[in-house]
């Protein structure tokens, strides 16, 4: 296998960003067009890589991670630091934190400007290294800062990663309020504003009392499509000519085109003249990670208690109610959203189940083939079988 060095992983992510280009072009233009836009899709499909490459080179971007909101101060820090970097270089920025006897001349002029254009309160929050507890009752204030800048320049506001509250148990940040606030501030002031995340997360922006019901179109996104990754193959083993499109249409199959794992894949490839069958390579991924399987099982069991089974399941091919008696599909169907809210499971269409991560579902299953999405339509509704 290719050693995965820093330039091979870049090379990997660089050439499926300009595969995508297709994706990048629709959010592009969305955001032309639109102040609000939404991009959602399933798990581990390259949302936030996607929207990252369609916003590469663009100096107006405030964007907000909200897997890194561990509270509502630390909220209002990330907001406070993000607006930061449109007003003083990032450089000047990392200088600016240093002790007042070690900041050069540049660190000065910076601290300056964040005074003059935020205010020193919501400057000092930017240059802080974590919010405190007092730092909660902020957020209201710098995004008042944040609307008013937007006032004097471009912003777009990028909230990424929607879901992430909502996969822990009263997780102080309210996604649904998040939206509210900035709903209000942008009737008054023109930012624009994207969000992204999961599928399970569109709820918070669209639902009936949502902020932005009916308000913003969002862009569906897939896993790379078959001809996305057929031209990024091409590009891969350029000026060499890529593998047969048979030996591309098998390995697809495996991966069921799953980004990471088909790059990972397609990097065992690259050392080769003639790659080795796509089963070999699958099943020495599976190999080169035995810990990957057992971590994703405790991973379910603690989302939910029937959480391990249904992974183990669905990786067969078998449906998840199958057997399970009606009285107790409510809970099935509960701990089917708990996983995939989690990213373990994915519904790629209606009434279909897999498992997110193809090399998890290889070794639980034991072999290295492709099987068809298990059904929730295979459900039998006979009281007497037990699940």
């Known amino acids: 296998m290719a050693e995965l060095t820093a330039e091979l992983i870049q090379r990997l992510h660089h050439n499926l960003d300009a595969a995508r280009e297709q994706d990048t072009a629709r959010l592009q233009a969305a955001l032309q067009s639109s102040h609000i836009v939404g991009v959602h899709g399933e798990a581990e499909i390259g949302i936030t890589s996607v929207v990252s490459h369609a916003l590469r080179g663009r100096s107006d971007v405030v964007r907000i991670d909200l897997d890194k909101a561990t509270s509502v101060g630390e909220l209002a820090r990330l907001f406070a630091l993000a607006t930061a970097r449109l007003i003083v270089p990032r450089t ?57 800048l937007s006032e004097r320049r471009d912003v777009l506001i990028w909230v990424d990663h929607l879901q992430a509250p909502s996969l822990t148990p009263r997780h102080p940040v309210d996604v649904g309020q998040l939206l509210w606030d900035l709903r209000s501030r942008q009737q008054r002031n023109p930012f624009r504003l994207l969000l992204s995340g999961h599928t399970v997360a569109t709820s918070e922006a669209t639902g009936p009392n949502a902020a932005f019901y009916g308000a913003y179109q969002w862009l569906a996104l897939t896993r790379p499509s078959d001809d996305q990754w057929t031209a990024y193959m091409r590009a891969l083993w ?80 078998e449906g998840p109610y199958v057997g399970v008696p009606k009285a107790q599909q409510n809970t099935v169907g509960r701990a089917l959203a708990d996983l995939r809210r989690a990213g373990l499971l994915t519904n790629p269409a209606p009434s279909q189940w897999t498992v997110t991560n193809p090399l998890t579902a290889i070794a639980l299953r034991g072999i290295v083939a492709q099987i068809q999405p298990a059904l929730e339509e295979d459900h039998v509704e006979d009281p007497h079988l037990v699940s």
Do not use: F
Request: hydrophobic letters at 40%; a neutral charge.
């Open 92 to 148: 000047a920025l990392g200088l600016a934190r240093l002790g007042p006897g070690l900041r050069p001349s540049s660190a000065r002029a910076a601290i300056a400007d964040l005074d003059r254009e935020l205010g020193v309160d919501v400057a000092h929050l930017a240059l802080s290294d974590q919010a405190s507890p007092d730092d909660d009752d902020r957020l209201p204030i710098v995004l008042d800062r944040l609307a008013m």
């Open 238 to 317: 350029a000026p060499s000519p890529a593998p047969l499109p048979s030996w591309r249409e098998d390995l697809l199959a495996l991966t069921g085109s799953h980004p990471s794992t088909t790059m990972l894949a397609l990097a065992a490839a690259l050392d080769h003249d003639r790659p080795a069958s796509p089963q070999d390579l699958v099943r020495r991924l599976v190999r080169n990670d035995p810990g990957l399987t057992k971590r994703a099982l405790q991973h379910a069991r603690t989302l939910h208690r029937l959480g391990g089974g249904l992974v183990e399941r669905i990786s067969r091919g």
